[in-house]
């Protein structure tokens, strides 16, 4: 009864439990758990980061390839830049609410994030001698100190997410007893002062940066916060769910657009618009985090255990999706495949399906379920 001791506000009604003379109000959803969202979101996240990486190659090919499929990576672009902050988002909603002993928390949750991610740098640097894009010599000392140089600071673009995820679980028991026992109105205090210490580091607002240190609220920490508030926060907004659509599409346009204007001012592609720090990310992210909270989605069984099946393959989908598009574009399955707007969902999807097929092979084998994610 312990883990069901936390608000959630979602469609339904209220029920109230007592635990040691504190209320705490559970809103009941007989239909629609509030994990069920939560998972589609997780899944939709992750397809968009495969997306992203699939397009990011055409976006970097800027006046060597025509306009029409340049814009196409640009919007595909700005269609999915939530991926990563709405990963973020959902660890916030999931684990901020509980109360953690510090021993075990890292027992449990920063081994489940460290091993899968320690044997897939290992892949990737194996990859990059078997590419020749590294080597190694006769000495095992030099050979160790690079491999060690790689893991410090990361064998492969997308791994980056993984090191500032660790960083983040380092202060979740902190953030975590923060968000539990402040107010609404302090943690909307939190998320105003991050939003605005955002502002002051954008480059038309940075003159105006002051020297007061304000770090303290920088970085994803925010996201994580951001999550589990507007998970948990009730809302009387009607058709929430169709003013979140619109915020999305909207922001999309402003990012697709500015991106455009930029390239067309600079001939470089510029990433003002992109950067996950930034208030156009903020805006859409949270424009589909809610409206996947607010969507009921009705699903067959079928389609739920399928579901059910990616999820538990999801972290180890994002650790190796990265290393099936390489070996795809060995084949020419890419964004070239035909007509970018057919051919970065395609190649995206199908990366999507073989890498489930590969990390559900790895954790059959021995051992396998502490490597595969």
């Given at each position: 009864?312990?883990?069901?001791?936390?608000?959630?506000?979602?469609?339904?009604?209220?029920?109230?439990?007592?635990?040691?003379?504190?209320?705490?109000?559970?809103?009941?959803?007989?239909?629609?758990?509030?994990?069920?969202?939560?998972?589609?979101?997780?899944?939709?996240?992750?397809?968009?980061?495969?997306?992203?990486?699939?397009?990011?190659?055409?976006?970097?090919?800027?006046?060597?390839?025509?306009?029409?499929?340049?814009?196409?990576?640009?919007?595909?672009?700005?269609?999915?830049?939530?991926?990563?902050?709405?990963?973020?988002?959902?660890?916030?909603?999931?684990?901020?609410?509980?109360?953690?002993?510090?021993?075990?928390?890292?027992?449990?949750?920063?081994?489940?994030?460290?091993?899968?991610?320690?044997?897939?740098?290992?892949?990737?640097?194996?990859?990059?001698?078997?590419?020749?894009?590294?080597?190694?010599?006769?000495?095992?000392?030099?050979?160790?100190?690079?491999?060690?140089?790689?893991?410090?600071?990361?064998?492969?673009?997308?791994?980056?997410?993984?090191?500032?995820?660790?960083?983040?679980?380092?202060?979740?028991?902190?953030?975590?007893?923060?968000?539990?026992?402040?107010?609404?109105?302090?943690?909307?205090?939190?998320?105003?002062?991050?939003?605005?210490?955002?502002?002051?580091?954008?480059?038309?607002?940075?003159?105006?940066?002051?020297?007061?240190?304000?770090?303290?609220?920088?970085?994803?920490?925010?996201?994580?916060?951001?999550?589990?508030?507007?998970?948990?926060?009730?809302?009387?907004?009607?058709?929430?769910?169709?003013?979140?659509?619109?915020?999305?599409?909207?922001t999309v346009i402003v990012i697709a657009v500015g991106t455009w204007l930029?390239?067309?001012?600079?001939?470089?592609?510029?990433?003002?618009?992109?950067?996950?720090?930034?208030?156009?990310?903020?805006?859409?992210?949270?424009?589909?985090?809610?409206?996947?909270?607010?969507?009921?989605?009705?699903?067959?069984?079928?389609?739920?255990?399928?579901?059910?099946?990616?999820?538990?393959?999801?972290?180890?989908?994002?650790?190796?999706?990265?290393?099936?598009?390489?070996?795809?574009?060995?084949?020419?399955?890419?964004?070239?495949?035909?007509?970018?707007?057919?051919?970065?969902?395609?190649?995206?999807?199908?990366?999507?399906?073989?890498?489930?097929?590969?990390?559900?092979?790895?954790?059959?084998?021995?051992?396998?379920?502490?490597?595969?994610?």
């Amino acid at each position: 009864m312990g883990d069901l001791l936390f608000l959630i506000e979602d469609y339904g009604k209220y029920v109230i439990f007592k635990n040691f003379g504190i209320f705490n109000t559970l809103m009941i959803t007989p239909n629609k758990p509030y994990t069920e969202w939560i998972n589609n979101l997780r899944i939709i996240a992750l397809f968009a980061v495969i997306v992203l990486h699939t397009s990011a190659v055409l976006l970097a090919e800027y006046g060597k390839v025509s306009v029409g499929d340049w814009l196409t990576a640009d919007i595909y672009n700005a269609i999915v830049r939530f991926a990563v902050p709405v990963f973020v988002m959902i660890t916030g909603a999931l684990l901020l609410h509980r109360e953690y002993e510090l021993g075990d928390f890292f027992k449990k949750r920063l081994s489940r994030v460290v091993t899968p991610f320690l044997f897939w740098s290992l892949v990737y640097i194996g990859y990059s001698w078997y590419n020749d894009e590294i080597t190694f010599g006769a000495d095992v000392w030099a050979n160790t100190k690079q491999v060690f140089h790689l893991l410090k600071y990361g064998s492969s673009y997308h791994l980056w997410y993984v090191y500032m995820l660790i960083g983040l679980y380092f202060v979740i028991p902190v953030v975590g007893k923060f968000v539990r026992n402040t107010s609404p109105k302090e943690i909307r205090y939190f998320l105003l002062i991050w939003i605005i210490v955002m502002l002051l580091a954008q480059p038309w607002l940075v003159r105006y940066n002051p020297q007061v240190d304000l770090h303290y609220f920088a970085g994803y920490i925010g996201y994580l916060v951001l999550g589990h508030y507007l998970a948990f926060r009730e809302f009387k907004l009607p058709n929430i769910r169709g003013w979140m659509i619109l915020v999305f599409v909207l922001t999309v346009i402003v990012i697709a657009v500015g991106t455009w204007l930029l390239y067309k001012s600079n001939s470089t592609v510029g990433t003002l618009f992109y950067e996950p720090l930034s208030p156009t990310i903020v805006l859409l992210s949270a424009s589909v985090f809610l409206a996947a909270r607010f969507t009921a989605i009705k699903m067959s069984p079928a389609i739920i255990r399928v579901r059910n099946f990616v999820s538990d393959y999801n972290y180890g989908i994002y650790l190796g999706h990265a290393l099936v598009l390489y070996l795809l574009d060995r084949f020419d399955i890419s964004y070239k495949l035909c007509a970018p707007i057919i051919s970065i969902p395609i190649t995206a999807l199908l990366c999507f399906a073989l890498t489930l097929g590969l990390v559900w092979v790895i954790s059959k084998l021995p051992f396998g379920k502490w490597i595969s994610g």
